[in-house]
Structures are given as C-alpha cells and as structure tokens.
C-alpha cells in the first residue's frame, strides 16, 4: 500500500507570499495530522482531522494558518502570509483508527524556507 | 510537554544490539508506548508499541517493566542503517482523542 504522501517537497517562498502544502494520507486512513519542526525544535502538534471534521486544532500557531480536508480525503496547509518563523519542516500522518494501538504513519515532509 | 525521558545520545558497535531506555513514570493505564526514529531528513518512521506486554517486529523488540514506568526498545543486530534520532512516546488521551508529543529523542550513533 501507498505510504502518506506529501507535495511539495521543498518550497522556498518570500516573507509576504502564499503557499499551500498538501498530504495524501494512507487509504482508508479516518485520522490525518498534521505536525511540524521548525530549526533546532521539537516536532510539534498541529491539528488532526477525522475525516473532514477538526477533531483538534489546539496547535495551530496563528489565523495565518488554514488546514483544510473536504471530502475526508487529502488535507492542505495554507500558509497566508508566510513570515520568516514558519519555515521548517511540516510533516503529515495518518491512522487508521481512533482507539488506541492505532500507529500514526508519516509521511516524509515539506521543507518550507521562507526568506 | 513529553511526558518521557531518554538519553540524548548513545553509540552501539555495528552488529551488536542496541538497548534504548526511556523512563515514563507518569504513565496511565490506558497509555501506549510508541517508538519511533527519525533518520536525516526523512518523517517519523514507526517502530513499534505496547501497552504492557514485550512485542517483537520484523524491526525490533519492545521490553516494558511490569510496573509500565520504564521501557527498552532493542535492535537485534544494529547496522549503520540504523544510525538516526529514536523517540520513545507515550500517547496521550486527552478531550479529543489522542495527540502524539514529541520530545527530543535519543540520536543513536551505530559505528563501523
């Protein structure tokens, strides 16, 4: 099966721009997540989805931050204006159940810089 | 805040096994314990869990103490393959259902 997908995988932008991120979770996986390090941090929680419900967007940094996942199926990030503290690495998971023992499975990034 | 503890660091010999702890002493009863790693730049790769019982993988095994507050995961048979940043997780339930937290891990070096 197709792991989590992400696209871009590295997106360089100017303070000021927009950029929209997505991720393709695992088939059949209700629970997307969304997460992200920025340099010299710990990965850090941003908000996961089941199906196309905000289950829980307590990490979400600021209103320049707008996730969405219409239809349950993939998710974007849209980052609007970028400023110069949001660049790092945004990471996508997915799971297939609520319950616990259920893994979340991530995918492999988009390494934002924003200059 | 992570509600584990690891090392920050450790080295293993190539082809020996590598034993990495991590202290949860605030676990609940219905907590998991998770382990990833992180190679380069790559996302968090799924090792393996365990909610009281040892499980073994096609990747590694996991040893809880029977009192749940600490933990080893073990690679058999380390290989430079394996040279990455391992986390060890507790899940956390809260109102919403789970969040996983992060916290920095022990980067294990595996030397030639």
């Known amino acids: 099966e197709a792991g989590v997908t992400q696209f871009p995988s590295h997106s360089v932008i100017e303070k000021g721009q927009t950029v929209t991120l997505r991720c393709d979770p695992i088939?059949?996986?209700?629970?997307l997540y969304w997460y992200r390090r920025v340099m010299g941090k710990e990965i850090k929680f941003l908000l996961h989805?089941?199906?196309?419900?905000?289950?829980?967007e307590s990490g979400m940094p600021n209103n320049r931050f707008l996730a969405e996942r219409t239809g349950g199926t993939y998710s974007t990030l849209k980052v609007q204006p970028a400023e110069l503290e949001d660049s790092g690495v945004y990471f996508c998971?997915?799971?297939?159940?609520?319950?616990?023992?259920?893994?979340?499975?991530f995918g492999n990034g988009t390494r934002l810089t924003v200059t | 805040d992570a509600k584990t503890t690891q090392p920050p660091s450790m080295d293993c010999a190539e082809g020996r096994a590598a034993n990495l702890p991590c202290n949860h002493s605030?676990?609940?009863?219905?907590?998991?314990v998770y382990w990833y790693r992180q190679i380069h730049s790559q996302g968090p790769q799924y090792i393996i869990h365990?909610?009281?019982n040892n499980e073994t993988n096609e990747m590694a095994s996991l040893i809880i103490t029977e009192d749940r507050k600490s933990s080893t995961l073990i690679l058999p048979h380390a290989t430079l393959r394996d040279t990455a940043v391992y986390y060890c997780?507790?899940?956390?339930?809260?109102?919403?259902?789970?969040?996983?937290?992060f916290g920095p891990g022990t980067r294990l070096s595996v030397l030639p």
């Open positions: 998971a997915s799971s297939q159940g609520n319950q616990g023992g259920s893994p979340l499975h």
């Open positions: 088939s059949g996986h209700d629970n």
């Open positions: 989805f089941v199906k196309e419900s905000k289950q829980d």
């Open positions: 605030t676990i609940s009863g219905n907590e998991y």
């Open positions: 365990g909610l009281k």
């Open positions: 997780i507790v899940r956390v339930f809260d109102n919403y259902g789970q969040n996983f937290v």
